[in-house]
């Protein structure tokens, strides 16, 4: 059964292969089963991949998808993913770490152990940024570029948001050792330079003012439009008490460093993209984020890219107002767009306060609204006012974008678009993305195992369950491994 496609997968294959692609590239002998050595093809830097070819994301060829892993590492790497989606094994796990027992000696050491050897090895860049500047190398010989993202918890107050600043702005000076390009975007989480609950107060008052425009809050600076005639306000339900001057004045400390982070980027010419997170703090981020995009998205090159998550009712139309208000101040609008992460956690909180959920009642809608919203960004690339970062590993929307710039003209080349995944995830999609000539990234975070451990949940959130988009990789990995297999004893 290894190795064998299932019907599943050959349709999806089907429908991704288009006639243009019967001229596949000529068959290398590898040097099988051989566990240390890389496979012999020579891979190309990004700029190098299929210059000037017909755009195809071609998956059936996986000789040429993982010619950059050696046996040993596809070994490794199908072991993990077949594990995360075992269901049992994943509860448990999540389990474990969440319960009191990580409080206690020896069984954090035992679990931490555990995760570190297996899915920390697998799923994230390393515990320092050394090991993370490593992998970034080992990703761009691959062809794919990296976004290091250290892994912070919540800050509590100014002196913990102080410190977090500066292991961003370290992760931005890192990219002057690697090789130039290697790294594509710097990450920043706002609740690590900002106290969640300030956030919470921000967002609060900002949704009042949206729905009582006389309100006057003196803090606020220019932005863009932060909610849509369908925004969900629910939070709040009574008139806020206005910011207390200290708090007035912690978060004009939060936008300064955020400010400073931003200064730092453009100056190093790397992106900064701004993590999107759950609802009740999401519009104090999204105003953080358009008063700084107005600041350093001035040319065609932006250097501030906001979150958008389609799975929201209102993100279409956020989308659509926050882009209409920039063209009218000469802003270039980026997004890093994304379905969603905190689903469960904003489920749970509207349906406590028994409002309607603020998220797509189907997944059709959030598909449907996530290659919308990709759509009209595109067309914004088209027209200079506009750039996206597709960070999905859905192979459809994937697909659609692909052929839609094609047929837009945006090379394949052009900065003002990029694909991204998490890293050590969706291989087979990112492999294929890069050959058809595309820019490719994955975002990899790194740090202390302890502050890495929510990421690894929400992974194994996404992953558990043979119906996650986990199950194309250990489809494609298994091929790939009986190809090697059987060429090997052949
Ligand atoms: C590079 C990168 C950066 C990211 N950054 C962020 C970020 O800043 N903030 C953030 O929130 N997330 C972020 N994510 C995670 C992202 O939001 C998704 O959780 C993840 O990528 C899975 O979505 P997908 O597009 O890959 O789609 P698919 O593989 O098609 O998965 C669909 C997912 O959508 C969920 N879903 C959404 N809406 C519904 C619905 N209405 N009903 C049922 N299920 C639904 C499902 O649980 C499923 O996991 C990032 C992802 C990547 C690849």
Request: proline share 5%.
């Amino acid at each position: 059964m290894a190795g064998k496609p299932s019907p599943r997968l050959i349709k999806k294959l089907h429908r991704l292969t288009r006639p243009l692609n019967s001229s596949s590239p000529p068959i290398v002998d590898t040097p099988e089963l051989n566990f240390l050595k890389k496979p012999e093809p020579h891979v190309a830097k990004p700029s190098e991949f299929n210059a000037g070819k017909d755009l195809i994301l071609e998956l059936d060829d996986t000789q040429k998808l993982f010619s950059s892993f050696s046996t040993g590492k596809l070994i490794r790497s199908a072991i993990n993913v077949h594990v995360a989606a075992i269901e049992p094994v994943v509860d448990f796990g999540t389990w474990v770490m969440q319960s009191k027992l990580m409080d206690t000696f020896p069984v954090r050491e035992i679990v931490l152990g555990t995760i570190r050897r297996t899915f920390f090895e697998h799923f994230c860049g390393g515990e320092t940024a050394e090991e993370a500047k490593r992998n970034i190398e080992k990703l761009y010989d691959a062809g794919l570029r990296g976004m290091m993202v250290y892994g912070l918890e919540d800050a509590d107050d100014n002196e913990s948001c102080d410190k977090n600043l500066e292991m961003f702005l370290q992760t931005a000076e890192a990219s002057k050792s690697l090789p130039r390009s290697s790294m594509s975007f710097v990450i920043v989480k706002i609740t690590a330079i900002c106290r969640v609950g300030l956030l919470e107060r921000a967002s609060t008052l900002l949704s009042w003012e949206h729905k009582n425009p006389s309100l006057k809050l003196p803090w606020k600076q220019e932005t863009l439009t932060l909610f849509a005639a369908n925004s969900p306000l629910y939070l709040t339900l009574n008139r806020p008490e206005p910011l207390t001057p200290q708090e007035e004045e912690d978060f004009q400390l939060a936008q300064q460093r955020l400010q400073k982070l931003c200064q730092r980027c453009a100056e190093l010419d790397v992106p900064l993209a701004i993590d999107a997170e759950y609802t009740s703090v999401q519009p104090a981020i999204d105003y953080l984020t358009y008063s700084s995009s107005i600041l350093y998205n001035k040319d065609s090159k932006p250097i501030v890219y906001g979150t958008m998550q389609a799975y929201l009712k209102d993100a279409k139309e956020r989308l659509f107002l926050a882009c209409k208000d920039a063209e009218k101040m000469g802003v270039s609008m980026a997004y890093k767009l994304v379905r969603g992460a905190y689903m469960t956690r904003d489920l749970k909180v509207a349906s406590s306060l028994g409002c309607e959920s603020p998220i797509h009642n189907n997944l059709q809608d959030t598909h449907r609204s996530y290659n919308d919203c990709a759509s009209f960004m595109l067309d914004k690339i088209v027209d200079g006012s506009g750039a996206l970062l597709l960070a999905t590993h859905n192979l459809d929307s994937a697909k659609l974008v692909a052929s839609k710039s094609k047929d837009l003209g945006i090379g394949s080349k052009n900065e003002n678009l990029q694909f991204a995944q998490l890293y050590a995830m969706s291989e087979g999609l990112s492999f294929s993305l890069r050959d058809a000539g595309f820019l490719v990234s994955k975002y990899m975070p790194f740090g202390p195992i302890e502050k890495i451990i929510p990421y690894l949940l929400r992974r194994a959130e996404e992953n558990r369950g043979f119906l996650s988009s986990s199950e194309m990789d250990r489809q494609l990995m298994r091929k790939e491994l009986a190809r090697r297999f059987l060429a090997a004893i052949s």
